[in-house]
């Protein structure tokens, strides 16, 4: 079992639409919990961490924990065609490392 | 506010060449991470430094090796290149917080070494 799992998509969504990108991990000791977008051959950019259970929301994004559930999503909403990229999942357990997920590639359609 | 840089951006090495990779840190952080991005993959750990001391390391042989400067630049050397050693090089910038966790990481614009 990996550590962090994420589907690799592609995830298309229209214009204006929700994108649910969700996330699970295999450590319950799980402290930290990331979100990464990455444009092709460009570095992540962090959107968001949380590190409670529930929900975070910063502008048009909105993490989600669930620590019982071990899964961690990402919603963006009113999505638009520039937040096409690849998201990364990372989560930390207490140790210094991050650990990432694959990645989902989400496609918005203008 | 300097954001985390690396050099050089791309570089293009022989089989069994050493090389070396830059990283200097976000203004006022003093923790840096390497990882590794093979096309397709996420970003796999190699290692950690803090106080000039690596704090820990992830699954890569001991090829790779690092350091720290006093003014928290580190480097990151790689000898005896393999071809699968080609990969997007990402130095991670973070502040060693309260209980020895670190802040949220930061990432340069990465090297992308190609080994021919």
């Known amino acids: 079992q990996k550590e962090v799992e994420q589907n690799s998509g592609p995830l298309s969504v229209p214009e204006g639409a929700i994108a649910s990108l969700n996330c699970t991990y295999s450590d319950r000791g799980s402290q930290s919990f990331f979100w990464y977008r990455q444009y092709s051959g460009k570095s992540p950019e962090l959107i968001m961490f949380i590190y409670s259970n529930g929900d975070k929301e910063d502008g048009r994004f909105t993490a989600q924990l669930n620590k019982a559930s071990q899964y961690v999503s990402l919603l963006i909403r009113d999505s638009q065609p520039s937040d096409s990229a690849t998201y990364l999942c990372?989560?930390?357990?207490?140790?210094?490392?991050?650990?990432f997920g694959t990645g989902t590639r989400l496609k918005v359609l203008a | 506010d300097a954001g985390v840089t690396q050099s050089p951006t791309h570089l293009i090495k022989t089989r069994g060449q050493q090389v070396t990779l830059r990283c200097s840190p976000k203004?006022?952080?003093?923790?840096v991470s390497w990882y590794q991005q093979a096309l397709g993959q996420g970003p796999q750990f190699i290692f950690q430094?803090?106080?000039?001391?690596?704090?820990q390391r992830g699954n890569f042989p001991d090829r790779f090796s690092g350091h720290q400067f006093p003014n928290y630049s580190s480097e990151l050397n790689v000898n005896a290149l393999l071809l699968g050693d080609s990969a997007l090089y990402l130095c991670?910038?973070?502040?060693?917080?309260?209980?020895?966790?670190?802040?949220?990481?930061?990432f340069g614009q990465g090297t992308r070494l190609t080994v021919v």
């Open positions: 990372a989560v930390t357990s207490g140790t210094y490392k991050y650990i």
């Open positions: 430094y803090y106080e000039e001391e690596e704090r």
């Open positions: 203004s006022g952080h003093d923790t």
């Open positions: 991670a910038s973070s502040l060693m917080g309260q209980g020895d966790l670190n802040t949220e990481a930061f």
